[in-house]
Structure formats: structure tokens, C-alpha cells
């Protein structure tokens, strides 16, 4: 069985995704506390994901579990490149 992608909640979780970069910086994804200096925090790659699901057409079915999951890898993968990117620029 083939995998389901729904191109258009990704192109609005990446929408999203892009604003708050911009508004908030990089920072915003990452916690504050513990252990791991650069760790990504699983409630803002959540809200994104809910906020794209939200203001999805009305009329449009709930989006697939897997398709939901593709987003949320995507997402993760995009912000793990950010911080790498960041780590190397400031020599870490």
C-alpha cells in the first residue's frame, strides 16, 4: 500500500511553519530546560501541525493519520537541518 501524502496540508504546514520562523526565530522550537542544549520541542512542531489542520477547508475530510505523520516528520527534519546550520555558524 502506498504511503499518503496530502501535498496541500503540507504546503500549509510549511506556511506556517515559515511565519513563525520568521516571528519568533528558531529559539521558539527549542526547549528551555534539560538536559540537551538544542533539543526540539514536540508541542511546537504539535501546534503547527494543528493550526494547518484547522484552517484546512471546513468541507474537506480530516486529513489521514499518515499523511499527518509525514507532516510532522517533515517538520522535524526541517528545524533538525536549522539547528545543525546554526550549530556550525556559531562553531559548536
Known amino acids: 500500500m502506498a504511503d499518503i ?19 519568533r526565530g528558531l529559539s521558539y522550537f527549542l526547549q ?3 538536559p540537551r542544549l538544542f533539543q526540539i520541542e514536540p508541542t511546537k512542531v504539535e501546534l503547527v501541525l494543528r493550526t ?5 477547508d471546513p468541507e474537506l ?5 499518515k499523511a499527518i505523520e509525514h507532516c ?3 517538520l522535524r527534519r526541517e ?8 550549530m556550525l555558524q556559531t562553531g559548536l
Open 52 to 56: 494547518a489542520i484547522r484552517t484546512r
Open 5 to 23: 501524502i496530502d501535498i496541500t496540508l503540507l504546503a500549509d504546514v510549511r506556511r506556517f511553519f515559515q511565519k513563525l520562523i520568521e516571528q
Open 72 to 74: 510532522r516528520l517533515e
Open 32 to 34: 528551555k530546560d534539560g
Open 61 to 65: 475530510p480530516r486529513p489521514h493519520e
Open 79 to 86: 528545524l533538525i537541518r536549522r539547528v545543525a546550520s546554526a
